[in-house]
C-alpha cells in the first residue's frame, strides 16, 4: 500500500498554494493523532558499513524498512555515533515523548524478519560479485515489494515463508556501471516514481551508506549513481536520460559517488533540468519520519530578534555573525556550545516539511534564544540558481516562499557550485541572477551567497545581499583561524565592517566561540538578522557581482 | 688513510702540511661540496609539500613547485591541489632586474578569506640569492582586493634549499597577516 501525501492537518484549512504551485508534505493521515499510543519496532546499527562486512544485513533490513513503512510508521533504525546525521537517537526519544511511541527492539536479522517479513511479498537476490547489483536491487524492491539479500541470506529469508522475486546473479558481471544502468532503465524505468529518483551514491567501492534507500523503496523509486562526470560519457547520457523524464521541480534524492565525480558537477546537472537535489545517501529513517507531523500544539516560530520593518544603525566597529550550513542533521546542533554565541542554523524546507517534520520539530524546541534559523539552499533545495533554466525558477521559488512562510524564515540563502567552488573558480551570482532574487523574494530581510568566500554584495531597498568573508574550515587550528579573521579585519578597515562566517558542518560551537572571542573588544558578535539590519545601515561593502573576467571552473562541462 | 676513514687520516696529518699544499687541499676539498656557483641550481627541480612540517595547507591538500632555473632567470610554477580541482600559477622572475612585472590570475595564499588579486592584477617583485646562492628571495607588492576595498600588500618570501638539496623550505611574511607561513617542501 502507497499512502498519500496529505496537508498538515491543523494547516489544512490554509491555503498552500499560489497557482499550481503547492507545498510538498509528509505522508500522515490527515487524522493523525500524535497522543493515541502507537508501537514499532526499533533496531539499532553497528559500523560496519563494508560490502564484505554487515552490508548484506543492513541492505536487507533497509529494504524491510521501506516495505513494512508502507503500512504506517513501524520500522525505526538508530544509526551509529558516527553515522553522518546525528539525531536519529534523540529523534527516537521525541517519538516516545511527544508522539506517545513505544518502541520493541529487535537484535537479529531473523528476528526482524520475523517480526516484520509479512510487509514482503518475497526477496530479491543481488550478486555479492557486483556490487552496483546491489543498488539495482534496491529498485526492484520497491516495484516488487521485496527485500534485498545476497544468495548467503536465502535460507533466512525462506525459513519466514519468502519465495524469491527476482535474481539478479550472473545479469552484470563483467559489465561496467553503464552497461548495468542500461539493462536496468530498460527493465524497470516505466515503472518506477518520476517524482522521486535516488542517487545511491557517497562511499564508492567497498563501502556503502544506503541509509535513504528505505524511502526509495516506499516510493517505488529508481536507484542509481550513474556518474555527472562528462568523462564518464556513456554514464553521463543515461544519467541525462532520467534527470529528463522526470517531472518539473521533482527530486533527486541521496548524493553522486564519490568514486565517480563531484558535488559540483552532480548538482549543476540536477539544477539545469530544475530539478531538486535532497541529500543524502545517507539520509535514515525516512519512510518512518515522513510519516509524523508536527504536534498539534506546535508551530514553527524562528528566534527573530528585529521586526521586518525595523532599522537598526550600524556603530564604527566590526559586526561578525556566523552561519552553520550543510543541513543541521549533520551538523553541530548535539555538540557542546550551542546557545553560548548567536549563530543562525539553515534549515531546508524539504526535510522541516516533507521528509523529516519532527526533526525539524526537534530543532525548534531545542533552540536556544541564540539560534536563528534560515532558509536554503538556492531555492526550496539544494540548487545552483546560475544553471536553473529560468522557466524553472519561477515556480522553484514560489514554492520556497511557500516552505519559508510557514517555516517562519526571513532570510534566503544562496549557494553556486556550477563555476567553481571554495578552491577554485568562483561561486558569486552575475546582476540578472541577483536581480531573479530580488524581485522572487520582496519580504525577505537580506540574502547570503557563498559557501566559501565569496564576493558577490549588494544593496537594494534596505535589503542588503552579503557573501561569506569567512570560511571556517572544521580543521583549521585555532591560532590559523584567528590569523585568518585578523587579517580580514586588517584588510577591511572602514568601520563598521561586516564579517560574515560560513561555519563547516561538525565544527562545534565552543571551537569557534573561543576563536571569535580572542579577537578583542571592537568586534561584536551579532545574530544574523541584526547583522544585516545593521549593513543595511551603512554600506561600507561595494556593490559587486561575478564579472566577465573572474575565474571559472566548469566541473569539466 | 687510517682505519677510522679520510677524515681522521685528514686530520691527523694537518700538522705535517706545508701551508701551500694545505690551502691547496681546502680548495679542492670544498670545490667537491655543492656551494657557491651552482647551489642556486638545486632550487630547479620538482617539489611537494611535507604537510606534517608545514603551516596548514587547507583547503588545498598539496602544493607542488616546478622550478626552473636557467641563468639569471627563474620560473616557479605553483599547483594547488584538492580533490579532483587544482589550479596552477606561474611566476617567471629575472634575479638580474631591479624590478619585475608579474602577472598574477588568482590569489592563492589564502582561499579561507574574501580577499582576491586586485589592482592591475601584476605582483612587483624584486629578486635576489642570498647565503652563496642558497637562498632566493623575493619581495613583493600587490593589491588585495575585499568587500570594502583595495589595499596595497607586501610580502617577503624567501626559498632555501637544505644543504643536501633534498628539501626547500618557503618562508613568508605578508603585511596584512600575523602569522608567518611557512611550507616545507621534499624533492619529487
Known amino acids: ?557 | 688513510m687510517t682505519p677510522d676513514g679520510c677524515w681522521s687520516g685528514f686530520v691527523a696529518n694537518i700538522d705535517n702540511m706545508k701551508p701551500f699544499y694545505f690551502s691547496l687541499s681546502l680548495v679542492l676539498l670544498l670545490g667537491g661540496l655543492p656551494l657557491t656557483v651552482s647551489a642556486n641550481e638545486q632550487l630547479a627541480g620538482s617539489w611537494v609539500t611535507d604537510a606534517e612540517l608545514s603551516t596548514p595547507l587547507d583547503p588545498f591538500r598539496r602544493v607542488e613547485l616546478d622550478i626552473q632555473v636557467e641563468g639569471k632567470i627563474v620560473t616557479i610554477e605553483e599547483t594547488f591541489t584538492t580533490g579532483r580541482r587544482n589550479h596552477t600559477e606561474t611566476y617567471r622572475i629575472d634575479t638580474s632586474k631591479e624590478l619585475n612585472r608579474v602577472p598574477v590570475s588568482w590569489w592563492s595564499a589564502n582561499r579561507h578569506i574574501g580577499a582576491y588579486i586586485g589592482g592591475d592584477q601584476v605582483m612587483k617583485i624584486q629578486a635576489d640569492w642570498i647565503d652563496e646562492g642558497q637562498t632566493l628571495r623575493l619581495k613583493s607588492d600587490f593589491v588585495l582586493e575585499t568587500s570594502q576595498s583595495e589595499t596595497p600588500v607586501r610580502t617577503y618570501t624567501e626559498y632555501r634549499i637544505s644543504r643536501d638539496g633534498s628539501r626547500l623550505t618557503k618562508l613568508e611574511l605578508r603585511s596584512s597577516r600575523n602569522l608567518p607561513i611557512v611550507h616545507v617542501f621534499n624533492r619529487k
Request: some cysteine; proline content about 6%.
Open chain 1, 1 to 557: 500500500m502507497k499512502l498519500v501525501p496529505n496537508a498538515f492537518f491543523f494547516l489544512s484549512s490554509l491555503c498552500f498554494a499560489i497557482g499550481e504551485i503547492q507545498l510538498d508534505m509528509h505522508d500522515a493521515p490527515a487524522d493523525y493523532d500524535e497522543n493515541e499510543p502507537k508501537s514499532a519496532y526499533l533496531m539499532e546499527f553497528g559500523t560496519q558499513w563494508y560490502m564484505d562486512e554487515d552490508i548484506p544485513d543492513y541492505a536487507m533490513l533497509i529494504s524491510l524498512q521501506g516495505l513494512a513503512n508502507q503500512s504506517g510508521p513501524l520500522l525505526y533504525f538508530v544509526y551509529p555515533d558516527s553515522w553522518p546525521w546525528k539525531i536519529t537517537r534523540p529523534l527516537k526519544e521525541f517519538y516516545e515523548e511527544r508522539h506517545n511511541f513505544t518502541f520493541d527492539k529487535l537484535f537479529t536479522p531473523r528476528e526482524a524478519l520475523q517480526a516484520l517479513g509479512s510487509h514482503a511479498k518475497g526477496y530479491v537476490v543481488w550478486d555479492k560479485e557486483v556490487r552496483t547489483s546491489l543498488i539495482v536491487a534496491f529498485t526492484v524492491a520497491g516495484l516488487e515489494d521485496a527485500i534485498v539479500i545476497n544468495e548467503d541470506q536465502i535460507p533466512l529469508a525462506e525459513s519466514v515463508g519468502l519465495e524469491m522475486l527476482a535474481d539478479l546473479r550472473g545479469d552484470f558481471r563483467g559489465m561496467n556501471d553503464a552497461e548495468i544502468y542500461k539493462i536496468a532503465m530498460d527493465r524497470y524505468w516505466d515503472q518506477t516514481s518520476k517524482d522521486i529518483v535516488i542517487w545511491l551514491g557517497g562511499y564508492h567501492n567497498r563501502r556503502m551508506e544506503p541509509g535513504i534507500a528505505d524511502y526509495g523503496i516506499y516510493r517505488g523509486a529508481f536507484f542509481t549513481d550513474l556518474s555527472a562526470n562528462p568523462k564518464d560519457v556513456e554514464e553521463l547520457a543515461l544519467h541525462k536520460e532520467i534527470l529528463e523524464d522526470m517531472k518539473p521541480q521533482s527530486f533527486v534524492m541521496g548524493w553522486h559517488s564519490y568514486g565517480k565525480d563531484t558535488e559540483g558537477q552532480h548538482v549543476t546537472l540536477t539544477s539545469s533540468y530544475g530539478l531538486r537535489m535532497e541529500g543524502l545517501n545517507s539520509l535514515p529513517n525516512i519512510s518512518f519520519n515522513t510519516q509524523i507531523p508536527w504536534t498539534k500544539d506546535f508551530e514553527f516560530k524562528n528566534n527573530h530578534n528585529v521586526e521586518p520593518d525595523e532599522e537598526l544603525v550600524a556603530e564604527e566597529k566590526v559586526y561578525l555573525s556566523l552561519i552553520q550550513t550543510d543541513s543541521m542533521g549533520i551538523g553541530a546542533w548535539t555538540k557542546p556550545g550551542r546557545g553560548r554565541i548567536p549563530y543562525a542554523w539553515q534549515i531546508l524546507g524539504g526535510h522541516a516539511l516533507k521528509f523529516q517534520p519532527a526533526s525539524a520539530q526537534y530543532y525548534a524546541e531545542s533552540a536556544t534564544p541564540n539560534d536563528y534559523f534560515i532558509a536554503g539552499l538556492t531555492g526550496p533545495s539544494y540548487m545552483y540558481p546560475k544553471p536553473i533554466p529560468e522557466e524553472h525558477f519561477w515556480p522553484l521559488m514560489e514554492l520556497n516562499k511557500l516552505q519559508m512562510d510557514v517555516l517562519d524564515l526571513r532570510v534566503m540563502e544562496i549557494m553556486d557550485y556550477s563555476e567553481g567552488n571554495r578552491h577554485v573558480g568562483n561561486t558569486d551570482l552575475p546582476k540578472e541572477v541577483v536581480d531573479r532574487y530580488y524581485k522572487a523574494y520582496p519580504d525577505v530581510i537580506g540574502f547570503i551567497n557563498g559557501y566559501g568566500a565569496a564576493r558577490t554584495f549588494d544593496l537594494r531597498n534596505g535589503v542588503p545581499m552579503i557573501s561569506y568573508d569567512y570560511y571556517l574550515g572544521i580543521h583549521r587550528p585555532e591560532d590559523q583561524a584567528l590569523a585568518d579573521l585578523e587579517e580580514l579585519i586588517a584588510l577591511n578597515a572602514k568601520r563598521p565592517y561586516f564579517l560574515l562566517i560560513h561555519v563547516r558542518e561538525s565544527t562545534n560551537i565552543d571551537r569557534v566561540a573561543n576563536i571569535v572571542e580572542r579577537l578583542g573588544d571592537e568586534v561584536e558578535v551579532v545574530p544574523l538578522d541584526v547583522f544585516l539590519k545593521l549593513a543595511a545601515s551603512n554600506k561600507t561593502y561595494r556593490t559587486r557581482y561575478q564579472e566577465p573576467g573572474d575565474p571559472v571552473d566548469l566541473n569539466d562541462f
